[in-house]
């Protein structure tokens, strides 16, 4: 799972490496910023599923179950 996580990870790094260079590039504005909303909802998604694996892979004693 760890491995999964750091795979989406990089995969969301990417993206917001192609969203800086296409903002410096000033395709962004008022008027249209979907993308970035996309990518924010993306990299907060995988955060919030791994908030939740994280104890309940690594943190739970699974002995006393």
Same mark, same amino acid.
Request: hydrophobic letters at 50%; one cysteine or more; aromatic letters at 18%.
């Given at each position: 799972? !760890?491995? %999964? ?5 990089? +995969?969301? %790094?990417? +993206?917001?490496?192609? %969203? !800086?260079? !296409?903002?410096? $590039?000033?395709?962004?504005? #008022?008027?249209?910023?979907? #993308? ?6 993306? @990299? ?5 599923? @791994?908030?939740?694996?994280? #104890?309940?892979?690594?943190? +739970?004693?699974? $002995? $006393?179950?």
């Amino acid at each position: 799972m !760890t491995g %999964l996580h750091a795979l989406h990870m990089i +995969i969301g %790094l990417g +993206i917001f490496i192609w %969203l !800086t260079v !296409t903002a410096w $590039k000033g395709r962004y504005g #008022p008027e249209y910023h979907a #993308p970035v909303e996309i990518c924010g909802l993306y @990299w907060h998604f995988v955060d919030i599923v @791994w908030i939740y694996l994280f #104890p309940l892979l690594y943190l +739970i004693d699974r $002995k $006393k179950l």
